[in-house]
């Protein structure tokens, strides 16, 4: 029987020695199993139709020399180069499909033709030739295609509007898009082959140690760095960094991608600043205070140190406002937020709650008499005359205090009873302080 007669009859076998063999390739674990089949059956009746077409002595001298026939193009053995790229298997992994198969098909007809004749011998050498011929036109595939993706990856990392890099896992640059060279304003020639302490860069060794991080856990890594440049500006970039892993599970890269986020920190900062800072005076609003005090609380359950409560309301506002207009009135309230400032620590809160109410939290307070002298302070401070614009203004403040713990245990009570001392000091006359005091 010739042997293209024996491949088809026979194919069944052929195929089920090659499924055995393709479930010790790793890369082919993810392959649909009848799409294996199906692959080796098209390149195996490629090779049935080679064998059972005449060849003329030039094609047999050029066969024989591995020279690919222009008119006679294996298909089979194109896509098959081409899909295995695909599916991530080495150029090793994809020839030794071939010589699995040149393997069974050649043990198989040994087997059962124990009487070789002439002819047989010419179909093994011409089976061998069409094998050695589709392993050229699959290999050739597979390099084309890997040179076409390498272009595209190239391209497509070269026009990134991100920076990107690629390091070994020694922590060297092992690539390093455009963007990326125009941010750390260098060469390709400078930096490959270099790691970030190499470079000296100011931020260098924090990016050193968050790649280290990546391949010693094989997880993701995210941070921000402030980069100075040569000009004398800062940006704000943000860096992300992810292993590349290896068929053994082991990280033989880092892959770092970085973009210019200066513009959208600086809006989330503007946007954060206008929810919790007052737009006339620039001190905390409400929402800020109330996080403060909360703050201030835990601290002073950790250290057993009290807080102090100031509320503050001014007296007459309304009349000055009424009298010389809102615009002299914001002039005010500008001038109270400064005086009240002036009068307490960098490390306590002024806030201002709304129209004419202001709150104070002191913190680390050493007694009663502090807190007596620093309220008198500020009632006499904004008792002085403002000037608002060629006019001047009279006002006074009342003011309520409580303390933590003696006189709340939570931000809420606090408020409320410093707010209770405050309208206490109202109904006595104004223009002093009042103490909470609980009633019996």
Request: charged share 30%; with cysteine; glycine share 4%.
């Amino acid at each position: 029987m010739q042997l293209a007669s024996f491949i088809q009859a026979n194919i069944e076998h052929i195929l089920q020695a090659w499924e055995e063999f393709a479930s010790s390739i790793n890369s082919a674990n993810d392959l649909n199993k009848s799409g294996l089949r199906d692959h080796a059956k098209k390149m195996l009746m490629d090779i049935v139709t080679d064998l059972g077409t005449h060849q003329t002595k030039r094609e047999q001298s050029d066969k024989s020399k591995g020279i690919e026939s222009t008119n006679n193009k294996k298909k089979a053995s194109v896509d098959h180069g081409i899909e295995r790229l695909e599916a991530g298997f080495s150029i090793d992994e994809t020839v030794s499909e071939f010589r699995a198969l040149r393997a069974s098909v050649i043990a198989l007809w040994v087997k059962s033709n124990c009487d070789f004749q002439q002819t047989d011998i010419q179909d093994i050498t011409r089976f061998n030739e069409a094998i050695d011929q589709a392993v050229t036109e699959s290999i050739i595939s597979y390099s084309r295609q890997k040179e076409l993706q390498s272009r595209l990856f190239g391209t497509v990392l070269s026009a990134s509007s991100d920076q990107i890099f690629i390091f070994d896992i020694e922590r060297k640059f092992t690539y390093a898009n455009k963007a990326g060279l125009d941010v750390y304003e260098t060469s390709r020639e400078m930096i490959i082959g270099k790691t970030y302490p190499d470079l000296r860069f100011t931020f260098a060794k924090e990016i050193h140690q968050w790649l280290k991080k990546v391949i010693h856990t094989e997880k993701i890594v995210s941070g921000e760095i402030v980069h100075p440049s040569k000009a004398g500006n800062k940006r704000v970039f943000e860096y992300i960094f992810s292993p590349v892993m290896n068929k053994n599970a082991q990280v033989e890269a880092v892959v770092g991608i970085s973009r210019d986020i200066t513009e959208r920190k600086a809006s989330e900062e503007l946007s954060w600043h206008k929810a919790n800072y007052d737009e006339l005076t620039g001190l905390p609003n409400r929402r800020l205070f109330q996080d403060r005090l909360k703050q201030d609380i835990k601290h002073a359950e950790r250290t057993a140190l009290p807080i102090v409560l100031m509320f503050i309301d001014l007296d007459h506002f309304k009349e000055v406002n009424d009298e010389h207009g809102h615009d002299a009135g914001d002039d005010l309230l500008q001038q109270v937020s400064k005086r009240i400032n002036a009068c307490i620590r960098k490390a306590d809160t002024v806030a201002r709650l709304g129209g004419d109410e202001f709150t104070v939290i002191l913190t680390e307070i050493d007694g009663v008499e502090q807190i007596k002298s620093l309220s008198q302070k500020i009632v006499k401070q904004l008792a002085k005359p403002f000037k608002l614009k060629d006019k001047t203004a009279k006002i006074s403040c009342s003011i309520g205090v409580a303390y933590y713990p003696k006189d709340g245990s939570s931000s809420e009570q606090l408020i409320k009873n410093a707010d209770k001392a405050m309208y206490k000091a109202k109904g006595a006359g104004r223009n002093q302080v009042s103490f909470f005091r609980q009633s019996k």
